[in-house]
């Protein structure tokens, strides 16, 4: 028998991937889709991929019926609307897993001063992080998921093998780069296909975007030591895909591909591209597979650590997919070994 | 057990994307990937979206050594190089799909003049036109298919039905957009970025297309009598996609869109639009899917039908995927239920 | 001594590329720019391009503080909104040139059933449809001008000779190819980069887009005739060009690429290509150019004649800059010389 | 009268560009231009969008032949072969600016290791390198201009007052982003538009790419100090721009923006942008202007430094005529003062 899903925010990119990974999994039935402003819409009115695929027709997000429908509820609504759905359902004893920002830092301060006010100030420290390569064990028994930014998994899965070994020093900087789909699904100027179709831009940078305190917090936790990054988001003209790349004094003279290697053998999505390759976003672009690679520029001592995934994927629903295999005790991999349509 | 299956020509688009929906195909063992020039290599060399998915080696297309091993054998050989190819294996009792043009055409005066001499001649015959919407029944019993171009899917699915009821008047125009990939993996001027990736342009207009004579070929059974049509294809900055826009003169007032969706209502991978939305190659791209739509200018009389596909997916590799579907007996969708992830 | 010129609705797209245009030619001075709601703000503001190049402020768009600057003055306003400002600067002696719709049909009627109320009907039978290549006698002595819409420039321009020397039968089809910045600077869902950076889609297709009256139209003029097109916009994921297909049954055998040459060979803005070369938006993108070529499917009998132009410059701000060469009795490539920055 | 100048290598893109751009320059008239394999054909052959613009044909380039008709000869000849042709043109008292890597490194041992051997050594200690911003004064009596690399002159101009004034530290990491133009015309795999047109990447990274060793040279002239850059350039899917972030450990708490601001306040072509302004190559695409701004992240101590220009005008073409205007004593932006046209 399956197991019955409900997504709520199913309007949005991230809610619409859910319903795109969640209809190909074997063990999982999508028993309600939810949104706001389209609730009453069919979902493939709102999304014409959907045509001829499903009937699913998009009910306001209520959290008793929805605990009534479903064993576990992805919700994809936005910082700051998604905390009080989550403690609702919680409540009732469901599973859930949060693909907003509301249950990514630990730190109820960080959180206010990045985020506002906390809507679920009491269920946040049950929340887990959503990574599995780090937090998997945790992940297991985990009532309430807090997904990953798209960022930070880019980010942290690019480092985190060097630092935890100690072949990175800090500060570091984080230098990334992002398709338009990380925006969401609203228009506004910046994401007009006239002003970033053809040109490539840097936005809130030296500090000032919201997944600097996540990326860091993650960072720390390897390190077991303050870390600071300086983080430059930029804006590239494709709709998937981020490229990252860490840069931080080297404290070896080598052994750092080795490292990799080491550290995410048994991962099943983590692949170590063989010296020589360089990760591209092409490469990962609607999987869950995340391509990392690491460099040493001798000359000045940087070590140069890159990752390539799929904001959408990897980056979000996919590895809330992930986290609920984890959950139940399914196979890691069940319904995510698509492989990236290149080209 | 799952059939054992191989690749001929897996370092193509076609072939890469032949690997990923094979990969995804539960009956489905992917017993060897042949290459020419890449032989010797591993796959995940070619196409680093297969790092940490598949060992696998490329090897040199020997049909005795294929034949071993392969039940069933999908060539996506350039056309001229297919057919001995086919034959060979025909000849071993393997059942062939050929993604290649070398048995599309049943007159082999056609084929001579668009292709140059026919190297299997006398199995041209026997090969069925792997359009399942059209020849589902013989596609049961094929020992060799022929699966179709990726623009004479898209315009005879357009068109099909209005032509069948007779809704529709020749000679047609077809204007046709494909994404670049279609052109193949090999590097050119006229795929270069910088030439193709910020600009539109069409290009083999007025029947210097090979893809002409497919069309009507198919087209001319289905009205059962002489079509011609004057297909204009165009190169967009895009990398997958098919949009086709069939013009004729209409020859009823109305009905146009219900001829579409009685002739389509049991198709699993065809969608007619409901009225007034319109076919987008992104709500098609990475899946099996095409999208159709009709529009009767009443001013002019014009019937302008649409349709939109993924020219990787249901305009090569994922129609040889339904294709072996049919032929298996296995439900026709298996291991192609994919939604398309946009965006 | 520099010609004093104004341009109200100057934050907007074709707004901002009469300042480009305007700022390159040796004949003018722009005295004033003006905006309703970036009113205050400096231009550069609003379009970094302008970073260190202009210092000028919008202002409120009064005819009365313009007239006093302005000899000439250029509105970019959305159609609706221009006509009374037309008026008020024609009635004060200024001469104008108007971007648009608001004096383009001549048929009072026709702008009603398209565009609403004519806010300055009396007016509006003493525009001057502002296409060089056909209107040039009455563009010198216009006070008026209405500068033709894209799409209408296109499509006259490929099909005009034809039509004129009765080698095409009509009705026509026009298949046209959009890039987004025609749609303006306002985001929208179907501007936005997720949805229309890596697609294509037609729209408002078989009489529903306001520029078939437009083509109609001008088509009639020179078929001294009813003329009924069939058309189809696309958008495309490109930010600048159109590309027209126009489609017509042959009334001759032959002599269409020479009845262009012929037709065609004193406009300076008008390339005929040389037979086996085909219209592209890359080599047209940035000027004031348009490429055309015909061609002759002799088994269907149809005509194809196409062009390729930047809906920017020769399909709105340059074209306005032409007609000001025309009317001021400047040669009229003045300002226009730039070739298309390829690629 | 006009300048009479040569362009060898003009059927690669910056000699394209260097046709454009010569143009449109009022001092100049264009007296050849000269290729190897396009000898012989009309450039608007090679080019279409000098359709109707340019009868000129390409010859080969014979050093006697192309200094009996131009005054200045500006090569874009592969680096290798253009440091011979320069040498015969100095040597017939032509004036020489050359767009290729041949005379860019002061070190010839240095060059021989990057280039290999050097074909014109003697002459190479009487080049001047092309960066007006750096060598205003030399470059007013240069008989030999080595115009700069797009990479070095987009990070040089990006750092280059926080330097000179002691305001950051070294090393410096140098993360650019690049549009596919910079890679020439000759296609390859990587600039096949399904492997480039979708996605980002890194290449010749960690000290792999030859444009690290001009970048230090000009930055140590600048801080009188050995200086090194880890250098990391991307593909971007777009034609033209190059984004430069460099990245450095500051050295002050403050007044990095002034910095820019008093360095850069007479320079006609570098725009420091507003505070909370951040470069987008979308701006400056088409033009000769750069773009920059700097941010100082005060909790890692970091400063990025960035700067956004085109790849074929100031990184290249464009820089080149600028060369030229200060080598003729003519105002140094004759013929560049075409705004960027966005979008």
Chains 1, 2, 3, 4 share one sequence.
């Not at 309007?11 to 389209?38: D, M, N, Q």
């Not at 063989?274 to 869950?288: A, I, K």
């Not at 597979?289 to 959408?312: E, F, Q």
């Not at 986290?323 to 890691?332: I, K």
Request: one cysteine or more; proline letters at 7%.
């Amino acid at each position: 028998v399956s197991l019955p899903v409900a997504i709520v925010g199913a309007s949005g990119y991230t809610g619409a991937e859910l319903f795109r990974l969640l209809h190909a999994h074997p063990e999982v039935e999508i028993a309600g889709v939810h949104g706001k402003s389209s609730a009453g819409k069919r979902l493939a009115e709102v999304y014409p991929q959907l045509a001829g695929v499903s009937e699913l027709v998009l009910e306001v997000a209520d959290p008793e019926a929805i605990a009534r429908r479903a064993e576990v509820v992805f919700s994809a609504l936005p910082h700051g609307e998604s905390a009080a759905l989550c403690e609702a359902l919680v409540a009732r004893g469901r599973r859930v897993l949060d693909l907003s920002a509301d249950f990514r830092l630990r730190d109820l301060e960080a959180h206010r001063a990045w985020y506002g006010e906390h809507h679920a100030p009491a269920l946040a420290a049950r929340a887990v992080y959503g990574l599995p390569e780090l937090h998997r064990r945790e992940l297991r028994e985990a009532a309430l998921v807090a997904v990953p930014g798209c960022y930070p998994t880019a980010a942290v899965l690019a480092v985190a093998p060097l630092l935890e070994a100690g072949l990175i020093a800090t500060p570091l900087v984080v230098d990334a780069k992002s398709g338009v789909s990380g925006a969401g699904r609203s228009p506004s100027l910046a994401t007009h296909f006239p002003e970033a179709g053809e040109g490539i831009r840097p936005y809130k940078i030296a500090g000032a975007h919201r997944h600097t305190p996540e990326i860091e917090q993650e960072l720390e936790r390897l390190a077991g030591a303050p870390v600071r990054v300086s983080f430059t988001p930029h804006l590239v003209p494709m709709s998937r895909g981020i490229l990252a790349c860490v840069y931080g004094a080297a404290r070896a003279g080598g052994g750092f591909h080795e490292c990799l290697v080491a550290r995410w053998r048994d991962e099943p999505f983590v692949s170590v591209l063989p010296p020589g390759t360089l990760p591209d976003t092409s490469f990962v672009r609607g999987s869950n597979r995340v391509h990392v690679a690491v460099a040493h520029d001798a000359r000045t001592g940087t070590l140069v650590a890159m990752s390539a995934l799929d904001n959408l994927v990897k980056g979000a629903s996919g590895q809330a997919v992930q986290c609920l295999n984890l959950m139940m005790g399914w196979p890691e991999t069940t319904g995510l070994r698509a492989i990236a349509p290149f080209p």
